[in-house]
């Protein structure tokens, strides 16, 4: 029978009928909808032996506000049904000779609600399915909470296939590449082992006694940690772009959000901006700035120029 919209049965398979007929009629409504607000289930009154699992799909019709789907499986009557087949005989009989439909209506009542427990309980176990049927999407909090990486801050979530790369016991700064790279949408590099002046505290210091120089104490507050930063250069990319990666704007919060939810507050990185401009207009008359969108001399063949930021603040900063 020819559907509304042309709309036909999926192979003849239940969950995926009732599937695509929730999903187009949840594209005309904004709230999340269930198999009880859209069809109606009934059994098939026959003793064959299906070939199919949904027989037939009708559309709204006058007198009705809803699809009416005949189901063979997972039903009550039927050759596949729960009930015994003598229940079956005598529906059937009851049709033929009397036109009496009224014990069927009855039974199909539960046959309904069955059929519609059994589907959401399908539903429920499929998250993909949730996805179109639902508002609300738990796919992108369920994958990182898996992983152990949910976070309050919505705005601070990664991508679904950026989890694994937080997820791990040892990360590597390849990683922190390939996160950079979807998270921000551009050529990210990053140089390992670049280092950073370290100041020792007031309590570590002590004085020359019995101690080897070299081994426990040293001269002075500061010393040069080869271990505890590294460099992380973006782009080339357009100048319109450069304001956002400077500090204190959007871009900037989310990479320094990003590299130190990866490497911890313990490691600071500094940032390398690689700017492409047009070759024209570098001219220092008061409308530019050295060092954000003007600078001095040629930028090369490739009319790049390098802003180097020393040593990024992140979010655990005071």
């Keep these: 029978m020819a559907l509304e919209n042309k709309m036909r049965l999926v192979g ?83 049709r033929y000779r009397y036109g009496d439909e009224s014990a069927q209506a009855f039974i199909d009542i539960f046959t309904h609600r069955l059929l519609s427990l059994r589907f959401q309980a399908w539903q429920k176990y499929r998250l993909y399915i949730n996805s179109e049927l639902q508002t609300h999407r738990a796919l992108p909090a369920v994958i990182p909470a898996v992983a152990g990486q949910l976070m309050a801050d919505t705005t601070q979530r990664s991508h679904p296939a950026c989890v694994g790369l937080l997820a791990t016991p040892v990360r590597s700064m390849v990683n922190l590449q390939h996160l950079l790279q979807r998270e921000l949408g551009m050529a990210v590099n990053i140089q390992p082992f670049k280092g950073r002046w370290q100041y020792a505290e007031q309590a570590h210091c002590c004085c020359l006694g019995r101690s080897l120089l070299g081994d426990n104490p040293m001269l002075g ?62 001219v220092l008359n008061g409308s530019r700035q050295l060092g954000w969108d003007g600078c001095l001399g040629n930028t090369g063949e490739n009319n790049i120029q390098r802003i180097y930021l020393a040593e990024c603040t992140g979010p655990y900063a005071s």
């Design 221 to 282: 507050h500061a010393y040069w940690d080869i271990q505890s930063g590294f460099h992380v250069q973006l782009g080339p990319f357009a100048a319109r772009q450069r304001a956002a990666f400077m500090p204190g704007n959007e871009q900037y919060r989310k990479l320094t959000q990003w590299v130190w939810q990866f490497a911890g507050p313990l490691l600071s990185f500094s940032l390398e901006l690689l700017v492409q401009h047009s070759g024209q207009g570098n």
């Design 12 to 94: 003849g398979r239940f969950y995926q009928n009732v599937r695509r007929l929730l999903k187009r009629c949840r594209q005309r409504e904004e709230t999340a909808i269930t198999p009880d607000d859209v069809v109606q289930f009934s059994s098939v009154l026959t003793l064959d032996a299906p070939e199919r699992e949904v027989e037939s799909l009708l559309p709204p019709q006058e007198g009705y506000e809803q699809y009416r789907m005949a189901v063979h499986h997972f039903g009550l009557l039927g050759t596949l049904g729960a009930l015994p087949l003598r229940y079956t005989e005598w529906l059937i009989d009851r």
